[in-house]
């Protein structure tokens, strides 16, 4: 779920702004594991009531897909054989197909994700993969050493996969990951809301997120990617006898960078973040994880290695036909839209930031800064604002506050040598700090171009495009938690005597942004 971090192929989709990668290739094959029993896993047509609980079985099935015949649409539905053919064992789930909103005039294959193939109770094993069949950097590199060097350095470990993908995908049909690699394609790394994340947004897509903190994080990390891109070169000369295996140019000259960011972000909305392994795979490609599985903030469930397998262990029951869910970590709904394009509106780990740093043109700066530090806050710090705390992080802000409006070197002197949260308070000096915090809080609300009542109506609408309805989704709920800290600080102020006015701001207030 930095750098460039997590969170599948190389992406060659069609579209605007995506490219298309040549397959022909010289043949490599990847020595195929010995065959078991056909794995209990059915490739099955679903319409949208087929997400919905039902009270019995028969309610939720759908009927089976259309045999799959030579044609080269159908090409994508050998992914079910590869995995039976490759030794996945007996599951108890299927595949199934949902579909997805028409954004590119119908062209768009149905989505598919991994549904309970009979009832489930929380416990039972839903499938279980072999790492045979898992893309992790051991596999990619073969050495744990140069996976440990190339991932301290320059590059991520997404950068790795994603390149490793993109050789294989030049393969075609001689790459032993061509089935895989068809089926991540089709999700061209789009979420369980068949939206990509804004890194591959146009321009005008991304005004969507005006007044969002997100805007400035998705041009940050497409600078990140550029600057993995541009050290690509390196992974394959230090890689060299893994790269050997394929005839083409070095990375910057093989792949345009347009291309390798689709795949880098391809593999970040499906890449897992395995427990307790070696850090060559610690973060893995699973067939059957993500995209096909639905991400939840609020389940326990997760992909975990076990031995020579990645197993998923289901923390509830279900239906047969239900969407299998894992969790996806602790992340706030900004990451889930940066990462894979959706919002959980029941998220319990989502905040929002607000930074406030003491003024380094204060003579006092360095006393104010030893004060901060001894209460365990620092010179830049970030405050968390979480649904339903934000009068606690209006009290927690404060003590931080108060040290810009201190100006007399004995009060200072005092607060240095005493213990705790000793600055002075008065109602006036309470009121400029509440007045910064509530001038901040009006000013950040007013740079979203809509209201949250305008946001509210276009949801209710239903007629947004649906990057637009994540976007709106997503600023919808930063604006009800800026709106609920803004009534506490107004709060705060109305408990001071008298309404007390503020004096003129201290020359050396804290900033906040």
């Not at 489930?120 to 996976?147: I, Y």
């Not at 490793?164 to 369980?192: A, C, N, T, V």
């Not at 804004?198 to 969002?212: A, N, Q």
């Not at 469930?301 to 197993?311: F, H, I």
Request: glycine share 6%; proline share 8%; net charge negative.
């Amino acid at each position: 779920m930095a750098s460039v971090s997590p969170a599948a192929a190389a992406a060659a989709v069609s579209g605007p702004h995506h490219g298309r990668l040549l397959l022909p290739s010289s043949p490599r094959r990847f020595p195929r594991s010995r065959p078991r029993p056909r794995a209990r896993l059915r490739l099955a047509a679903c319409h949208a009531d087929t997400l919905l609980s039902s009270s019995s079985p028969s309610e939720t099935r759908a009927p089976p897909a259309p045999a799959v015949g030579p044609s080269a649409e159908s090409a994508t539905d050998c992914f079910v054989d590869w995995l039976r053919a490759s030794g996945l064992p007996g599951g108890k789930v299927d595949i199934r197909e949902r579909p997805v909103p028409c954004l590119r005039e119908g062209k768009d294959l149905p989505l598919r994700y991994v549904a309970a193939g009979d009832d489930l109770q929380a416990g039972d094993v839903a499938f279980e993969v072999p790492m045979s069949l898992v893309v992790t950097l051991e596999r990619v590199l073969g050495d744990e050493s140069v996976a440990e060097l190339l991932t301290n350095n320059k590059l991520s470990e997404l950068a790795c996969l994603a390149l490793y993908l993109m050789y294989e995908k030049k393969q075609g049909k001689d790459s032993f990951w061509y089935p895989y690699i068809k089926e991540l394609d089709r999700h061209r790394g789009r979420g369980q809301l068949a939206v990509e994340s804004p890194l591959l947004w146009t321009e005008s897509e991304l005004d969507y997120l005006t007044g969002s903190p997100l805007k400035d994080e998705v041009i940050a990390r497409d600078e990140a990617i550029r600057r993995e891109y541009n050290e690509l070169d390196t992974l394959w000369f230090m890689a060299g006898s893994l790269f050997q295996q394929y005839p083409f140019d070095i990375p910057t000259e093989a792949f345009p960078f347009e291309i390798f960011k689709q795949a880098f972000v391809a593999v970040q909305s499906c890449v897992v973040h395995l427990q307790k392994v070696s850090l060559a795979r610690r973060f893995a490609l699973v067939p059957l994880g993500p995209p096909l599985l639905t991400y939840k903030s609020n389940c326990k469930a997760m992909l975990t290695a076990d031995g020579n397998s990645v197993r998923l262990v289901v923390d509830r029951p279900y239906k047969a036909g239900e969407p299998v869910i894992v969790w996806c970590g602790p992340q706030t709904n900004s990451r889930l839209v940066l990462n894979y394009g959706f919002v959980d509106e029941d998220n319990p780990f989502d905040r929002i930031s607000i930074e406030a740093s003491l003024n380094t043109e204060d003579p006092q700066y360095q006393e104010k800064r030893m004060v901060a530090q001894k209460n365990g806050k620092l010179a830049i710090q970030n405050f968390n604002l979480f649904v339903g705390k934000e009068k606690q992080t209006v009290a927690e802000m404060l003590p931080y506050l108060r040290l810009g409006y201190i100006s007399d070197p004995d009060d200072m002197q005092f607060i240095l040598s005493s213990e705790g949260d000793t600055c002075p308070v008065s109602p006036c000096t309470e009121r400029a700090v509440l007045d910064q915090l509530v001038g901040y809080l009006e000013s950040r609300l007013a740079g979203y171009p809509t209201t949250l009542d305008q946001d509210e109506a276009m949801l209710a609408d239903g007629s947004l495009e649906p990057k637009k309805e994540v976007a709106t989704r997503l600023v919808r709920l930063e604006k009800k938690m800026l709106h609920a800290c803004l009534q506490a600080a107004n709060e705060f102020i109305n408990d001071l005597p008298d309404h007390t006015v503020s004096p003129c701001p201290a020359p050396y207030a804290p900033e906040l942004k």
